[in-house]
């Protein structure tokens, strides 16, 4: 059994998680969180799934070797791919995410909702169960985005490469008269400006970092782990890419510097 001081491990492929991470660190400020970036290995979007799995255990593995308490899956791809086996596998609490298709259809006033994601995780089985559970109750419009998340991971937040592929992405959802977007992959948050400002002002943009931080809580509580509430929280992150590129674009993104380790062994 753990110990509440123990660290909260996040993961993702490369810096999109950051989303539910600042969510996180917001929320629970006495904890101790671990991030990895998996950027050697990005993106996961487009890899066989079994690949995208490994990944997750790989990561999850070096976790819990720094005393993770918990860990969160803070990528919709690997959630997809990986999410069941994990929790099989391993006894401690790991929280996954998934696309906010349950608020949407209970929020759109046009009865058209979008759904932006990879293509691993719109063509997953996990996917298709909760458009069977929720897609009844709107028209659900899914719209995979290869190259996406590689711009966030590159640093491109906005520009023409983000614009273009955005354009071209939304250009069909928009003519549906979708009013409720779905961000269902960690690194679309960082493009809210530019997505909010093709889409127009009208269309409601859902992240679920705040559903994802709530449910950590909860977990947390349920097992009696949540940190004492007189620790200072602290912070340490990892990448199996470049070290120096990860803490340039991490601080860029978190609005402070950080430094990014490199992840030992390779995991
Ligand atoms: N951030 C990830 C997600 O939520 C995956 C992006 C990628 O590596 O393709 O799906």
Do not use: W
């Not at 970036?37 to 255990?57: I, L, M, Q, T, W």
């Not at 990879?118 to 719209?143: E, I």
């Not at 269309?203 to 004492?228: G, K, M, N």
């Amino acid at each position: 059994m753990g110990n509440h001081n123990q660290p909260i491990g996040v993961f993702d492929s490369g810096v999109g998680g950051l989303s539910v991470f600042r969510r996180i660190r917001a929320d629970l400020p006495h904890e101790t969180l671990l991030y990895v970036a998996d950027s050697g290995h990005a993106p996961y979007g487009n890899k066989p799934a079994e690949f995208v799995a490994r990944r997750a255990f790989a990561l999850t593995e070096f976790l819990l070797d720094q005393g993770a308490k918990a860990v969160v899956v803070a990528c919709n791809t690997a959630t997809a791919a990986a999410i069941a086996r994990l929790r099989a596998h391993f006894s401690i609490p790991i929280i996954g995410i998934e696309p906010a298709l349950k608020p949407a259809v209970a929020e759109t006033r046009s009865g058209v909702v979008g759904i932006l994601a990879t293509s691993n995780t719109v063509r997953s089985d996990k996917f298709a169960h909760l458009l069977d559970q929720h897609g009844h109750r709107a028209r659900v419009m899914v719209q995979p985005c290869p190259g996406l998340a590689d711009c966030v991971d590159q640093g491109e937040l906005s520009g023409p490469h983000p614009r273009a592929l955005l354009e071209r992405y939304l250009e069909p959802l928009l003519a549906a008269g979708v009013d409720t977007l779905v961000l269902g992959c960690t690194h679309y948050p960082f493009l809210t400006p530019l997505i909010q400002r093709l889409a127009g002002p009208e269309v409601t943009i859902l992240d679920p970092s705040p559903a994802v931080a709530r449910q950590l809580r909860r977990r947390l509580e349920t097992v009696e782990l949540l940190a004492d509430g007189h620790m200072a929280g602290g912070e340490r992150y990892f990448t199996s890419g470049i070290p120096e590129r990860t803490s340039q674009l991490v601080s860029r993104l978190l609005g402070h510097p950080v430094v990014v380790e490199a992840l030992p062994g390779q995991a």
